[in-house]
């Protein structure tokens, strides 16, 4: 019997992964440009002061190593810049230290999607691991409850994807807003971070589809084999 990670699973996602590629490119150029043009405020700072106005002087900011390991940490209640976001003085390290800061500015207002994705985070590690391999040894050895149950946990993750969506968009919305409102980023300007955070949606947008795409073959596969 063939396995089930073939041509036609490629045919299924393959819109996502094209979408992908395109979405990565254009992160990279868009976030080049950006970089090349100068911000009055390092990243660290612009955060700073973002997070400030908004009374949440007790968040942290840490610098870490890596590129674009950029996050916020609601647990420790830190926002967590790589080097080059932390210390440059350009449009791309204020739209992603801004962009991270307005994950701060959800959880300091209780952004309901936000406390979703987080309760979802242990499911959807486990379901995108162990669930891959629970659908392949229930295929190969014709365990049908589980591949089923992989089905189930791999579901995690496209609920993890679904949910992460608006809580990206919405992080992406209030830093528009605040480097907007604050002055943080000069009007002509805006439009250059507007570019990056946009794009880097696009990257989200990709991954949800690819995972959507992947759970509905399965589904269909499966789903075939039990009818014949």
């Known amino acids: 019997m063939p396995m089930f990670f073939n041509f036609e699973l490629l045919i299924w996602i393959a819109p996502a992964i094209l979408l992908g590629l395109w979405a990565q490119w254009r992160v990279k150029a868009t976030y080049a440009a950006a970089q090349q043009l100068p911000a009055p405020l390092s990243g660290a700072a612009a955060a700073r002061h973002i997070l400030d106005s908004a009374g949440l002087s007790s968040v ?9 390991s950029d996050h916020y940490d609601s647990r420790e209640k830190v926002l967590r810049l790589s080097p080059e976001v932390y210390q440059g003085r350009t ?102 971070v507007r570019e990056v955070l946009n794009a880097a949606a696009w990257t989200y947008v990709a991954g949800t589809l690819q995972a959507v795409m992947t759970l509905l073959y399965f589904i269909t596969r499966f789903g075939g084999n039990n009818r014949s």
């Open 91 to 192: 449009l791309a390290a204020v739209g992603i230290a801004a962009h991270e800061s307005g994950h701060a500015l959800q959880d300091a207002h209780a952004y309901a999607p936000l406390a979703i994705r987080n309760a979802a985070v242990p499911a959807a590690s486990f379901g995108s691991g162990i669930g891959i391999w629970m659908i392949v040894l229930g295929f190969i050895f014709h365990f049908s409850f589980l591949a089923w149950a992989g089905v189930g946990l791999f579901a995690c993750v496209v609920f993890f994807q679904l949910v992460n969506l608006p809580v990206e968009f919405d992080a992406s919305r209030r830093a528009k807003a605040q480097l907007d409102a604050l002055g943080v980023v000069p009007r002509q300007d805006q439009q250059h």
């Open 60 to 68: 942290g900011i840490e610098q870490i190593p890596g590129q674009l």
